[in-house]
């Protein structure tokens, strides 16, 4: 699989550099594909960086954009931009808004990590997309000018972001993964369930090896001690040779018989 990769515009401050709000919207570009770039190089995925940092005119930009891309038998080209313009979410642009799987996982992925899936448009009238030989998709990833998208951005990050797109060029579904706050609850019933099974196996051990008592010593519990003597001393139990075996049933009876026989007197 041959994939051309555009981080869109040319780099901030020069002719043909891409939209500022409280993102930058060229620096941005170039952080989130040269991670798509290594992370789709990384899944065996043959890249060809189709970014042109600087040009004299915008359209000596897209030309020489689009150049890069036919130089190469492409299965796909994608470029990378971020909107502008007031909105909120990814949308993602096809010649004639051809729906096809790589660009439904996109926003697919994108909505994984909180971004709003705007769709697949119709990019038509875009020069990368109407003049590139192969199929080929425009990201917007989020809107520059926008707060929340810019907060939602710079949390996720663009690491996130570039596995999300690179995940989707590849025809994955982005693996998911637990919020902080999730795996958190996860430790937290994790660790209940294991405390309640630490009860239960004591339970259980406690049924299975009942405690005996064969001596009045200082493992025998200190309510049963009198009653137990006073019954060996009326001969009420005799020990085997190897002690008295008496276990809790035993120990609470001794005690009850010591006390009946104190009102009987
Ligand atoms: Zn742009």
Not at 174 to 189: A, F, H, P, R, V
Not at 239 to 260: A, F
């Amino acid at each position: 699989m041959i994939v051309g990769i555009n981080c869109g515009h040319t780099v901030s401050g020069t002719v043909g550099s891409g939209a500022v709000g409280f993102l930058n919207e060229s620096n941005e570009t170039r952080r989130v594909g040269y991670k798509v770039m290594e992370y789709l190089r990384a899944k065996g995925v043959t890249v060809v960086d189709c970014t042109d940092d600087y040009s004299s005119t915008v359209s000596g930009n897209l030309k020489k954009i689009v150049d890069k891309a036919n130089a190469q038998p492409l299965d796909l080209f994608v470029s990378i931009h971020f909107n502008s313009g007031g909105g909120r979410g990814t949308e993602v642009y096809t010649y004639n808004g051809e729906v096809f799987k790589q660009a439904e996982l996109v926003c697919e992925n994108m909505a994984e990590l909180g971004f709003i899936n705007r769709g697949i448009k119709n990019g038509s009238n875009l020069y990368v997309i109407r003049r590139s030989n192969a199929r080929s998709m425009l990201i917007e990833v989020c809107f520059v000018d926008t707060e929340s998208d810019a907060d939602l951005y710079n949390e996720v990050g663009a690491d996130r972001i570039a596995e999300a797109i690179s995940d989707a060029i590849v025809g994955e579904k982005m693996e998911e993964e637990l919020t902080m706050s999730q795996y958190e609850e996860l430790k937290q019933m994790i660790s209940e369930q294991t405390a309640r099974v630490d009860v239960l196996q004591n339970e259980v051990y406690k049924i299975e090896n009942p405690m005996i008592y064969n001596y009045i010593d200082d493992n025998m519990p200190d309510w049963a001690k009198e009653a137990v003597r006073w019954c060996v001393d009326n001969g009420i139990i005799v020990g085997t040779g190897s002690g008295l075996g008496l276990d809790d049933t035993k120990l609470w009876t001794c005690v009850v018989m010591y006390r009946l026989s104190k009102t009987l007197k």
